[in-house]
Every structure is written in C-alpha cells, then in structure tokens.
C-alpha cells in the first residue's frame, strides 16, 4: 500500500472541537509535520483550545476566512503547503434553519475557496502530482440523510439526500470537491463521520448541553419525544481516521468513522444523569429534569454509519469505550465549568 507522507500542513478550522483534538493528535504522532492553522475564530472556535496546546509555539496560526481565496493563497505559497485537511465548517443544524446564509457561505464558498487555490498552486504552479499533495475534505453522516428503523447503516455508496440548509451545504461542498478530482485531477479524499463527541465540545452540542443543563439544575430539553437515534463516535476515534485517510486513503476515496453506537437521545440524556448522580449528586435523581420540547424542522429520525471500509483498507477502529468514554466527557466538563 501506497502512503503519503505531509510535510507542511494547512489545517483549516483548527480551534474548533475536532480540529483541535486533531493537531492535538499531530503533535504527538507526527511531529515532524509543520501546521499553518487557519482559523476565523467564531462562536464554535476558541484559540483557547490551541494555546492550552504543548507545542502552540510551534504552530503558525492566522485568524482569516476560507472564503478569502487571496489569504489562501498566500499561506499555501509562502508556507509551501503540501496537505490541506479542511474541518472548518459552520456545523449546527438549529442555526442552519433559523438562517443559512453563513451555511451556504462558509461551506460552499469556503470550500471552493480552498479548491481552487490549491488547484493552481499544486497543478498549474509547481505541477504536482498525486504522490505530493492532498486535499482532505471533512464531511459528515448528515449529507446521506435520515435511516427508518430497520434500515442498513450508511455505506460509502449511499446516495445523497440531506434534509436540512446544514446537511445540503456540506453535501454542495463534497460534490464540489469531487468535480476537482474528477475534473482537475486534484488529490482528494473523503471522510464521512458520525456524531461526535468528547472533552471540550462546543456548549450548544447536545450532550454538552444535557451536561450544562444538569449543572444548572435546569430542564433538560429533548426534541420530539427522545427517540432520534444516533451513532456516538469518541473525537479521539475520528481523529485517528482522518490520520489514517491522509496517509494510507486512496485519491477519490471516501471513508465511513462510525462508533458503532447506537442510542435515542433520551437513552443518552439518561445514562449523563447517571453519571452525574454518581459524580454530582444532589436532592433528586438529574433524571428528573428531562423535558421534552416541540421537535426541530425536518428531524431527521436515525443515523447509523458502517465502518468496514475503513477497518479493511486503514487498519482502523474505534478504541473508546462509549460508557468510558461518556463518563470522561462528562468528569471533563465537571472540572471545567466555566466552558
């Protein structure tokens, strides 16, 4: 098997939650790789989360837009940029119905931002091929759309069908990013991931959100009637496939991370209250302070992705736990109450 090796990496949206744990990652995996993050540093980006970093110091951080195609341009040049991995994504679904705009511009926009100065530096500048460079598109379980009950998980081959402005945006971004493969011959591969989850996620987040809710002694709002299912992915997990896919994936590719777990949103809520009575207990069960709130637009019912691509061609795993890895979330977010 083939294997691409970066040497100067341009990380996009890298104070976010993921995109954080990912350098993190990098920094102690591959250390020899140098990273240019590019981050505009908006509500869901803290650079709080790279300066608690080891080697921040070591880093090149620039506060700036994808969608600024002259600014990308100069970091891919002036840093000779060989791999992009672009995490940098307005993500919230909630926000993405209540107004779009910043989902159509960020993700499409910014995307074809990136496209298009890495075409013509890689390509047209220093005439690269394959072997030399690589542009990682970050995607999610969300652009292939809702699963009934009895539904197979998600396949890399699953057709397209996003039901909401978040989903259609990151859907628009993927087709996008493949016209350059197909079209220009770019390097390109995909990752498709389910829900994540860990220390350090942003508030509005749904499990972060039944943590804070339990903190606060306050109702713990559920959609519909609890029964939305979800895949649970560790972000620690999806990391070390997004490393896998730069290294070993094949350009064109696509790859599913799924935790392979399960659950209703209402199971969830309760397994946080359990921990909670255990780690924070006060007068009443926490359970007791579910709630249940008229259901979001167009909720999708059931996501569940099938990782066996990524397991047969990446040598890759989830490691986490999901209890274990619930109950280090939830002791996280115990010790630091003030995020």
Not at 114 to 127: D, S, V
Not at 262 to 273: F, G, K, M, P, T
Not at 286 to 300: C, T
Request: glycine share 8%; hydrophobic share 35%.
């Amino acid at each position: 098997m083939s294997m691409f090796t970066p040497r100067h990496a341009l990380i996009t949206g890298g104070a976010g939650f993921i995109g954080s744990h990912f350098i993190r990652l990098w920094q102690t995996m591959r250390p020899e790789i140098r990273l240019i993050i590019l981050d505009k540093l908006t509500y869901s980006g803290s650079l709080k989360r790279l300066q608690e970093l080891p080697a921040f110091g070591q880093m090149v951080f620039v506060q700036g837009d994808v969608c600024n195609q002259e600014l990308v341009s100069h970091l891919l040049r002036s840093h000779q940029v060989d791999t992009i991995i672009h995490f940098a994504a307005e993500t919230h679904v909630d926000r993405s119905i209540s107004g779009a705009a910043p989902f159509i511009h960020t993700n499409i926009v910014g995307t074809f931002s990136l496209l298009e100065a890495a075409r013509r530096y890689w390509l047209e500048e220093e005439r690269w091929g394959v072997a030399e460079c690589r542009f990682h598109q970050i995607s999610t379980d969300e652009v292939y759309g809702s699963l009934g009950p009895t539904d197979s998980p998600f396949t890399e081959t699953t057709s397209y069908h996003p039901n909401s402005p978040y989903s259609a945006s990151k859907a628009s971004a993927d087709h996008l990013a493949w016209s350059y493969y197909y079209t220009h011959g770019l390097p390109v591969t995909f990752s498709h991931c389910s829900n994540n989850y860990g220390p350090g996620q942003q508030q509005e987040a749904f499990i972060p959100t039944v943590i804070r809710s339990c903190l606060n002694r306050q109702m713990i709002p559920i959609y519909g009637n609890g029964g939305n299912q979800r895949d649970w992915l560790y972000v620690e997990d999806h990391c070390l496939g997004v490393d896998g896919v730069i290294r070993l994936g094949l350009s064109g590719e696509r790859y599913n991370f799924g935790g392979g777990m399960d659950a209703s949103n209402l199971e969830i809520a309760r397994q946080i209250c359990a921990i909670m009575d255990r780690l924070r207990p006060f007068a009443k069960p926490h359970e007791e302070l579910i709630g249940f709130v008229a259901d979001r637009p167009g909720h999708d019912w059931r996501y569940a992705i099938h990782s066996g691509k990524a397991r047969a061609e990446l040598a890759w795993q989830p490691r986490m736990d999901f209890p274990e890895g619930l109950e280090r979330t939830v002791a996280w977010y115990l010790e630091n109450q003030e995020r």
